[in-house]
């Protein structure tokens, strides 16, 4: 199991009105870092497809989402996973 600590920033209040902004990513214990700043929402589709790659590549058994907000960040990050991928490499939970 890895810890992969997950924040976000869009604007909005959800992602049915609004657009992710920001993805940034650590994950524990080895402190390797994921970010994408999404200038535009064409970039979305990239941003998801390189974030699943580095989750993939930095997990060992499943991967966890902790985010200090989870009602917020996880949303928008499986919004985006469903949205763009068609499925969500952290499953269905989030940790704080």
Request: glycine share 8%; proline share 5%.
């Amino acid at each position: 199991m890895s810890y992969i600590f997950v924040d976000c920033e869009a604007y909005g209040g959800s992602p049915a009105t609004g657009r992710l902004t920001e993805i940034g990513a650590v994950v524990y214990p080895t402190r390797e870092t994921f970010y994408r700043l999404l200038e535009s929402e064409a970039d979305e589709k990239q941003a998801f497809e390189d974030f699943e790659v580095w989750v993939a590549s930095h997990n060992v058994g499943h991967p966890v989402f902790v985010s200090d907000n989870p009602a917020f960040d996880w949303q928008w990050i499986n919004v985006g996973f469903w949205k763009h991928l068609g499925h969500n490499p952290f499953g269905h939970s989030a940790r704080r």
